[in-house]
């Protein structure tokens, strides 16, 4: 740095420094042409061109809807819905949310593969009761992991039977913004769905146990995943390896007497209890408590008074400290 002072310092004429020349690429044109796109779109919530293609009906249909299985995760619940879009908006004609499955004997894991299958199963009973055809079609009762699908009519049906007068509810999976890698637990509710007796267009290919290489599926890797057999695998492995890991990690199962063993039983039993009321529960009246009332906000002179009592007593405990 030293010897390049030096040269610097002794050069007959000054050195002058400019900045080269930038092109600047975005020109008045291009901002008075600018589209802001829809805030759902800003805000990363909505894919328009996904959501256009499951709402779009065919204009020979004469406005009649196209249904949706809505499938999200929160942080503790997986929430499935049946929706149809109009112009002002969607409307929800059946939800259910795995919060619900408590009610069936379900209390932890509420966000996990096997919890989406039982909300999934839940939403489709549920929805086939209110439109009348629960009875009609009851869906797949032995779960077994396989793809059910009948062509009826020279059109391909995801259900057992198709009956001659009653066609089955059919909804095409909105799984949002969620990337669908093989082994999501969309693809849960959806297989729970299926079961239930909805006909939801799908395929093996997305579904736990499919290999991509070879091509092949394996249905009894995908039963395994629905009835939580891939939790009970990591229960048992961490109460062997890390005790300590698995009281924390796995306390609320500890509470509820939930082990690994008894986990396919217990996600039968709820599968059985769906299908017998699949019916929504009473809503309870909510009653806010009025007893709290907020504080008056403090006016100025208040505040000012506030800080010099403060002030003042930390000046007394000062004095006496200095006094003993």
């Known amino acids: 740095r030293d010897h390049r002072r030096v040269i610097i310092a002794s050069l007959p004429y000054p050195l002058s420094f400019t900045m080269a020349f930038v092109k600047v690429q975005k020109s008045k044109a291009y901002f008075s042409r600018y589209q802001v796109k829809y805030r759902r779109r800003r805000e990363g919530k909505t894919d328009y061109r996904q959501r256009k293609r499951l709402c779009a009906q065919d204009k020979n249909k004469y406005q009649s809807p196209k249904y949706r299985l809505i499938v999200r995760f929160t942080n503790r ?34 966000k996990n593969y096997a919890a989406a299958y039982c909300t999934g199963l839940l939403v489709a009973r549920r929805m086939l009761q209110k439109v009348g055809l629960d009875d009609v079609y009851e869906g797949n009762t032995e779960v077994d992991g396989e793809v059910v699908s009948t062509e009826y009519d020279k059109k391909m049906y995801y259900v057992d039977e198709v009956d001659d007068d009653k066609r089955p509810f059919r909804a095409l999976l909105d799984v949002g913004c969620k990337p669908t890698t093989t082994g999501c637990r969309v693809f849960g509710a959806l297989k729970g769905a299926a079961d239930g007796g909805l006909d939801v267009p799908h395929s093996e290919k997305r579904f736990p146990g499919y290999d991509r290489d070879a ?110």
């Open 215 to 324: 091509k092949e599926y394996d249905a009894d890797m995908h039963r395994e995943r629905i009835f939580g057999g891939h939790v009970g695998e990591y229960m048992e492995y961490l109460e062997e390896e890390d005790n300590q890991k698995y009281q924390e990690h796995f306390k609320t199962f500890i509470e509820n007497d939930v082990d690994a063993d008894g986990l396919e039983e217990l996600y039968e039993s709820v599968h059985e209890k769906i299908r017998e009321d699949p019916s929504p529960g009473e809503k309870k009246d909510y009653s806010p408590d009025k007893s709290f009332k907020r504080k008056a906000k403090l006016t100025l002179d208040e505040r000012k008074a506030r800080v010099q009592a403060k002030k003042d007593a930390k000046n007394a405990e000062l004095e006496a400290d200095d006094d003993e």
């Open 77 to 110: 619940f997986v929430i499935c819905q049946i929706a149809m879009s109009m112009v002002d908006g969607d409307r929800i004609l059946c939800h259910a949310s795995s919060a619900e499955l408590s009610r069936y004997g379900l209390s932890v894991g509420l």
